[in-house]
T-cell receptor, first 115, second 113 residues
């Protein structure tokens, strides 16, 4: 079975450039999460969608970050303009069950380096 | 508020040693509790979970019991293997206006042969 698919796996870009990260959740899952992982801050929830609707975006750092989920099988996280402090591993996760009891299935992550 | 606190790592053990990784939480409401494991270069994957007080989650020889009285969910394994080397995350999910899924900072485990 296909898991959560993220692309690109690695991205190196220069400060000021636009970065788009993509995620395909597991078919049938109705919740999708974007996380950021760094050594300093650990794993941070950026945004959570349920049935394609953003439910909680309180973790989005600032206006440079935006996320969309146009349909149940695709989501994007965009950073524009990117800054060196955005360097991190970005994970997408999806869940079928109620978020309170269901397991999160994580993708392998997109490692972003902003020079 | 809602938070998860787990012991700092790294934890280094010899093969077949007993493992405990401490995890305590604060939550408004009745959380579900989870342990996730992250192997190098991979995403997190669920190791075990417990959804109510006194439940015990178990998987691959790992166990954790949901202790409401001490707000704890400590991870244990009787005999670790080199293949258990990974980062372990304690997490909770709780409804607080919206659903919150909160992770601890992770504890790196290194098992030596």
């Amino acid at each position: 079975d296909a898991g959560v698919i993220q692309s690109p796996r690695h991205e190196v870009t220069e400060m000021g450039q636009e970065v788009t990260l993509r995620c395909k959740p597991i078919s049938g899952h109705n919740s999708l999460f974007w996380y950021r992982q760094t050594m300093m801050r650990g794993l941070e929830l950026l945004i959570y969608f349920n049935n394609n609707v953003p439910i909680d975006d309180s973790g989005m750092p600032e206006d440079r970050f935006s996320a969309k989920m146009p349909n149940a099988s695709f989501s994007t996280l965009k950073i524009q303009p990117s800054e060196p402090r955005d360097s991190a591993v970005y994970f997408c996760a999806s869940s079928m069950d109620h978020p309170n009891t269901g397991e999160l299935f994580f993708g392998e992550g997109s490692r972003l380096t902003v020079l | 508020g809602n938070s998860v606190t787990q012991m700092e790592g790294p934890v280094t053990l010899s093969e077949e040693a007993f493992l405990t990784i401490n995890c305590t939480y604060t939550a408004t409401g009745y959380p579900s509790l989870f342990w996730y494991v992250q192997y190098p270069g991979e995403g997190l994957q669920l190791l075990l979970k417990a959804t109510k007080a006194d439940d015990k989650g178990s998987n691959k020889g790992f166990e954790a019991t949901y202790r409401k009285e001490t707000t704890s969910f400590h991870l244990e394994k009787g005999s670790v293997q080199v293949s258990d080397s990974a980062v372990y995350f304690c997490a909770l999910s709780v409804y607080s206006g919206t659903y919150k899924y909160i992770f601890g900072t992770g504890t790196r485990l290194k098992v030596l042969a």
